[in-house]
């Protein structure tokens, strides 16, 4: 399926066009039809001569209802602009182009309709030389009369060609679905509908909208029921968990997580533009919203949305003057996530940056700005973060879901050195550093990459704690000769663990107890029973020489040692399977 939108001055016969083509009434609206004039976006379809499926989003043509026309020519990759013969150019023709040529739209056919009251080739001639001013370019022309039927045969076949030529969508990526019209269908509930730009929307789907997220109970497009419905294509979606009053135009329906949503981007103009309001109406896809100005030099504003949006580098967005009501700029995002600007000169600078700026982004670019950051945050930006890519830049380390700009990388590892040497030269005791303090000494964006930081630094992660494999805590003289006689007693008698006033007479205090531990010279089990590493092995060749299965009063005795030792020694042979526990009081050696 294609979708094609219309423009062109109100009473140009834009709606009688669209029904002619496809025998379906696209106003609506009981209003419109007393009037005599679309107010609001009708939508119609049919099938041309190659079988393509098109559909049309019919939009209002006067000047009050800008609006409502944007909304539907937003999400359009592809416009039939339409003149009448008898009247000629109009001041709303000149509006609607203004808005094609901001959106960057390249894909179009001109329309002259009326052309049995009166002769089109001056309108052929005036609106072809209009339209090749524009983004539009040189487009095929077609005369026609919707009254007659005349043209009509010729302006399908151009349709068909128009179509053939249009870009092939993305249908496999993440969907991003603007909203043009909610409404309650009695017995089905929510529906929504819209142009589907990207991605395949299927029945069970979650998506998000806003901040909730609601399940698609079922799919339609062309009227027809479908199990799944991929871009580009007019779709109306049943939607489960949420009011049709609680959906509005310019609600966005997304896939969960994939899209950055941002109130602040920064955008190149398609014009450069004298005097900017403080304020503008941005219109991109459905949506309109307010935004606040701060100038980047001649070509490059940072817009600041009333409401956030989901919005990457490429989308293409039109600016209005809500005063005058007129079409002021386009402009293309450039940056979805754009750095602060907090110092004196910072906008100035950030507009040199963006000066040839086009939309399209560049990982390696991207990543040195910021230092680092997360793979999906990088997809949902709109780069392309693929083994390829990645294979093919000496610019970015990749660990685990961070992409880390090399200079970066080494920037941690060496701040991660330098902040180890100065908690051991601070503290000979404890020389190491917890993970989180190693994180916020060196700057490091996770506590996920520290061991890695700490292996490029050529450091030693052990225990939860990083330091320099050749550094070992220093306890003092006094610590140390206490310590080496406790050990040398524990050799004589392993299973004898000193109470606390033996610790304090040693001169082992809880610091230098815990440093004593982490070295691997001491273990602790469970009630602070302190140990020699090697009194499990000596404390199994013991047991095993009991009868079997043996009592803990047994064990007690054989390894002449108390309770307050034996049980939480017992418990750790039994944790590392060495011993089973058989009932409340037996135990037996694993053979």
């Known amino acids: 399926m294609r979708v094609i939108a219309t423009a062109g001055h109100v009473d140009h016969g834009k709606s009688a066009l669209v029904r002619a083509l496809t ?91 009326r052309c049995d009251l009166a002769d089109p080739a001056a309108a052929l001639e005036d609106a072809a030389q209009r339209l090749a001013a524009s983004s539009l370019g040189a487009c095929q022309a077609v005369a026609v009369s919707a009254r007659t039927g005349e043209g009509l045969a010729e302006l399908r076949a151009a349709l068909d060609r128009l179509v053939s030529r249009l870009p092939d969508p993305v249908t496999g990526g993440r969907v991003r679905l603007w909203v043009d019209r909610s409404f309650t269908i009695r017995g089905s509930g929510t529906v929504v509908t819209g142009t589907l730009g990207e991605g395949t929307i299927a029945v069970g789907d979650q998506l998000q909208l806003g901040r909730e997220t609601v399940r698609v109970r079922g799919v339609q497009s062309l009227g027809r029921a479908r199990d799944s419905v991929s871009a580009v294509a007019r779709v109306a979606v049943n939607l489960r968990g949420v009011g049709a009053h609680e959906v509005h135009r310019g609600d966005v329906l997304l896939t969960p997580g994939a899209w950055p949503v941002t109130s602040s981007v920064d955008v190149r103009l398609s014009r450069v533009v004298e005097r900017l309001p403080a304020s503008l109406m941005v219109h991109v896809g459905t949506v309109g919203t307010q935004a606040r100005v701060r100038p980047l ?84 930006l709109g780069l392309a973060v693929d083994d390829d890519t990645l294979g093919s830049t000496d610019s970015i380390v990749r660990e685990g879901d ?174 590392r399977g060495w011993t089973r526990r058989l009932d409340g009081s037996h135990r037996e050696v694993r053979r």
């Open 297 to 380: 030099g001649a070509e490059a504003l940072r817009l600041t949305t009333t409401a956030p949006l989901p919005l990457r580098a490429g989308d293409r967005m039109i600016l209005r003057d809500p005063g005058a009501q007129h079409v002021l700029a386009g402009a293309t995002v450039v940056d979805a996530d754009p750095p602060p600007l907090r110092r004196r000169g910072a906008a100035a600078r950030r507009g040199q940056e963006l000066a040839h700026a086009n939309g399209s982004l560049d990982l390696g670019r991207e990543v040195a700005r910021r230092g680092a950051m997360l793979r999906q945050d990088a997809v949902a």
């Open 402 to 575: 961070w992409l880390i700009s090399v200079s970066t990388w080494h920037g941690w590892a060496d701040a991660l050195r330098a902040a180890v040497r100065a908690q051991a030269a601070r503290d000979p005791l404890e020389p190491t550093l917890t993970l989180e303090a190693a994180r916020v000494a060196a700057g490091v964006a996770d506590r996920v990459l520290v061991p890695p930081v700490a292996n490029a630094a050529g450091l030693h992660v052990a225990g939860g704690r990083v330091g320099a494999p050749e550094v070992r805590p220093r306890l003092g003289d006094r610590a140390e000769a206490g310590l080496r006689t406790l050990e040398a007693r524990l050799r004589e008698e392993p299973f004898a663990a000193p109470e606390r006033p033996d610790l304090e007479a040693a001169g082992l205090g809880t610091r230098e107890v815990a440093a004593a531990v982490r070295t691997g010279r001491l273990i602790r089990f469970e009630g602070d029973v302190l140990l020699l590493p090697s009194s499990p092995a000596r404390a199994m060749q013991v047991l095993a020489r009991l009868p079997q299965p043996f009592t803990t009063s047994q064990a007690r005795q054989a390894l002449d040692t108390t309770r307050r030792v034996v049980i939480p020694l017992l418990e750790h042979l039994d944790g």
């Open 23 to 113: 025998g379906i009434e696209p106003d609506r609206w009981e209003e419109e039809h007393r009037r005599g004039m679309t107010i609001d976006l009708g939508y119609a379809w049919t099938t041309l001569a190659s079988g393509e499926e098109l559909a049309f989003v019919d939009v209002p043509g006067h000047q009050r209802f800008i609006g409502n026309m944007l909304a539907g020519l937003g999400p359009a990759p592809a416009v039939l602009f339409v003149v009448a013969a008898d009247e000629g150019w109009r001041q709303q023709s000149g509006e609607h182009l203004a808005a094609v040529d901001a959106l960057g739209l390249r894909h179009g056919l001109l329309v002259v309709t």
